[in-house]
């Protein structure tokens, strides 16, 4: 049984920060690369970082560059989002996300974490 559970989120400050963890089970983690999404209310799912499976290659998007970090550990099938410098507009559900591309596409999700910054 495939499962994805996030946990870290909560409620800080803007300008604090919090990491979020997935630990995943039930598949072949380090074939997988890894995401991390958010949705905020009103407002469509959205790409936050991305990590390849074996590179390490990481992407994110241009709201959060210079104050997330993604990464991975393949032996504890978890992958980490430090969040940094945290603003009120990075308030929303977190989503981990695992993709596999052979030909078709192996998609898994999490359940989410709620993330809130407010003073």
């Known amino acids: 049984q495939v499962q994805l559970v996030e946990s870290g989120g909560g409620l800080v400050q803007p300008g604090g920060s919090l990491r979020l963890s997935c630990a995943a089970s039930?598949?072949?983690?380090?074939?997988?690369?890894m995401s991390w999404y958010r949705q905020a209310p009103g407002k469509d799912r959205e790409l936050v970082a991305r990590?390849?499976?074996?590179?390490?290659?990481?992407n994110y998007a241009d709201s959060v560059k210079g104050r997330f970090t993604i990464s991975r550990d393949n032996a504890k099938n978890t992958v980490y989002l430090q969040m940094n410098s945290l603003k009120p507009e990075d308030t929303a559900v977190y989503y981990c996300?695992?993709?596999?591309?052979?030909?078709?596409?192996?998609?898994?999700w999490g359940q989410g974490t709620q993330v809130t910054v407010s003073s």
């Open positions: 996300n695992a993709q596999l591309r052979i030909g078709a596409v192996l998609q898994y």
């Open positions: 039930g598949f072949t983690f380090s074939r997988y690369a």
């Open positions: 990590i390849a499976s074996t590179s390490g290659l990481t």
